[in-house]
């Protein structure tokens, strides 16, 4: 029976994402047929498996090898990327010459990895006996010296003889610092990815995004652009660098890549497949990065994954550049010594930990702060607060995005001056809105999906109103669906047929944007009890039972449970709204979306069960 609760809306959003769901793709017989003949692995595949291949557009011979084995021996050329041409020969004139070299990153994982790569290759590159004296790496300091090229910084090299500044992941709309260091004395190489508006007068400005580019891939970050200097560096001159050098940075590549939320496909997937290669060889792996993966408990002995990367590792990198000490980051990836490296990394769990406190509490004060805007029916949120840590922003800018899906800034105000963090939906530029308001703003920059802004106080009554303003005058055509790859009946199957599909499914690795994990879709499910709360709340298992068990005897696939991370919330929302109690919830019929996956958790006592069973999304049967 099918409760009239006010689901019957064909659109009908899912309950934990607030979004309608679709399937990514068709696929007919036709192109089964043809990719299933291609495929160029040694085990005979599913069609689970040759149905995602054909989906995601793998169905040539070219494509599928190039997917399951990647080559460092496929990476563009360097030199198609502008001015590259012109930033090594400036590099390379200074190691001749012997020049003072100081490198400049930014304050999340992408800027202090590649400001780690940089420095690593540029203090083991040389021209015969000649090499360029390298200064000290420097990342800023998120409160003390703001966004983009620090100031202070530049004068203070200056002062010390530095006749050369390369920038990464940072740069490319400093024209003021840039104008300054050249003023001084001082040349630059810009190696970033951001949009900028004029072409600062640095010496070599490498971007994959700048007007009118030609590079085959524009979605590298910053430190895959600076990678890619350093493949330019050797190539332009073999012996500038030891054979095999850099291999041994690609884990900063990959890592970088991942936090930074770059589309895991071509050029991109080779490095991060790459870089996930030294990680989990114990024997290459960095011992700054060794030490992260043991204070994150990830380092008993199961492969560490692109999953990790993001929910683990770059947290903690990314709490040390919004409210720790950031340079302590760079230390721990650029260290040798193993003790020195567990005490940063120890300082690098706490200082996550500390940051996680203040985002719950942020994140409870935006939702009470949001509640009257979304129900007047906004169309974005502009919530400000003088009690908000302005390097946590944009975290909570994110959860309220997930939860409302509406672009959303999120202001810290600090007595005459405040710091922005915008975050939006797919199809809604934040970046270009922000340009309208400029008017408003002391200083802005970033790209259509996050942003930052800096002004006074007194300003944000006005800027909230033209923000808002800008952003009606935009289409905008509601939530972005969710989707999922194909349906797979859970009632149907067991087990162990699950944990088999989740051994095939990791051939599909490494995910991320743009190669993201599959995820499935099982039809007409009810629960066997409610969902039990996890940590507080904060997260629930679900338990379900098919319309009828597979009378046969192996392990029904249902009797494993599904867990749902930070779901709480929205679960019981739902059931407030809707008015229902739990005589209804277990009565009706569900459909549910969700992930498959290796566990990670071995108990203490009883059965290790090698597969986890994700929870996307749910929602009532027969509402789409």
């Not at 990476?75 to 001749?96: G, I, S, T, Y």
Request: hydrophobic share 40%.
């Amino acid at each position: 029976m099918q409760l009239e609760m006010g689901f019957n809306d064909e659109d009908e959003m899912g309950v934990l994402t607030g979004r309608p769901w679709h399937p990514h793709f068709e696929v007919c017989q036709d192109q089964m047929g043809e990719t299933r003949r291609l495929v160029p692995l040694h085990f005979p595949v599913s069609d689970y498996l040759v149905r995602i291949l054909a989906g995601r557009g793998l169905n040539s011979t070219k494509d599928l090898d190039n997917f399951f084995y990647p080559s460092l021996n496929q990476l563009h050329d360097p030199f198609l990327l502008k001015e590259m041409d012109l930033a090594v020969n400036r590099m390379m004139q200074a190691v001749d010459k012997g020049e003072k070299v100081a490198v400049h990153g930014d304050f999340d994982v992408d800027g202090i990895t590649g400001c780690a790569l940089l420095c690593e290759t540029l203090d083991a590159l040389r021209h015969g006996e000649n090499r360029v004296y390298l200064q000290p790496g420097f990342i800023p300091d998120r409160a003390t010296d703001g966004y983009g090229v620090a100031e202070r910084m530049v004068r203070k090299w200056a002062a010390d003889g530095v006749t050369l500044l390369v920038t990464v992941d940072t740069g490319a709309a400093a024209g003021v610092e840039i104008d300054l260091a050249a003023t001084l004395g001082m040349d630059v190489i810009v190696l970033d990815h951001h949009i900028f508006e004029e072409r600062p007068a640095a010496v070599a400005l490498v971007n994959p995004r700048r007007d009118r580019a030609t590079y085959p891939n524009d979605d590298l970050c910053g430190v895959a652009v600076a990678f890619k200097f350093a493949q330019a560096l050797k190539e332009n001159d073999t012996n500038c660098l030891d054979d095999g050098f850099l291999e041994t940075v690609l884990d900063l590549v990959a890592l970088g890549l991942v936090a930074d939320q770059m589309a895991i496909t071509g050029e991109n997937r080779i490095l991060v497949k790459k870089g996930l290669e030294r990680f989990n060889d114990r024997a290459k792996i960095r011992v700054g990065l060794a030490a992260l993966l043991s204070v994150a408990g990830l380092d008993r002995g199961f492969p560490v994954t692109t999953s990790d990367f993001a929910y683990q590792l770059a947290p903690r990198i990314n709490a040390c550049g919004r409210i720790g000490r950031v340079m302590s980051a760079l230390e721990l990836l650029l260290t040798k010594d193993e003790s020195k490296a567990r005490e940063l990394a120890a300082e690098a769990d706490r200082t996550n930990s500390r940051r996680k406190e203040q985002d719950i509490l942020l994140k409870g004060e935006a939702l009470d702060m949001a509640l009257p805007y979304v129900e007047r029916g906004d169309c974005c949120l502009v919530l400000e607060s003088r009690t908000w840590h302005k390097g946590i922003i944009g975290i909570g800018a994110a959860r309220l995005v997930e939860q409302y899906q509406l672009p959303v800034i999120l202001i810290s105000v600090e007595g005459d001056e405040a710091r922005g963090s915008a975050r939006s939906v797919p199809h809604v530029d934040v970046k270009a809105a922000l340009d309208k308001c400029s008017e408003h703003l002391l200083r802005h920059g970033g790209h259509a999906q996050a942003a930052g802004m800096t002004l006074r106080t007194r300003d944000i009554p006005a800027f909230r109103e033209a923000f808002l303003k800008t952003l009606q005058n935009e289409p905008y055509t509601g939530p972005v669906p969710e989707g999922y790859d194909l349906d797979l009946c859970m009632d149907e199957i067991c087990a162990q047929d699950v944990a088999k599909l989740v051994n095939e499914m990791e051939h599909l690795e490494p995910f991320g944007s743009g190669n993201r994990k599959p995820i499935f879709r099982c039809r007409n499910l009810q629960m066997q009890r409610m969902p039990t709360p996890l940590s507080g709340g904060a997260h629930l298992r679900f338990a379900f039972r098919g319309p009828a068990q597979a009378n046969n005897e192996e392990t029904p696939a249902l009797t494993r449970e599904f867990v749902s991370f930070g779901s709480g919330d929205a679960w019981r929302r739902m059931l407030k709204v809707e008015g229902l109690n739990s005589a209804d919830i277990l009565e009706m019929r569900w459909d549910v979306l969700f992930q498959i996956g290796r566990s990670t958790f071995r108990p203490r006592h009883g059965h290790y069960d090698p597969v986890q069973q994700l929870l996307v999304d749910i929602k009532p049967s027969g509402s789409s």
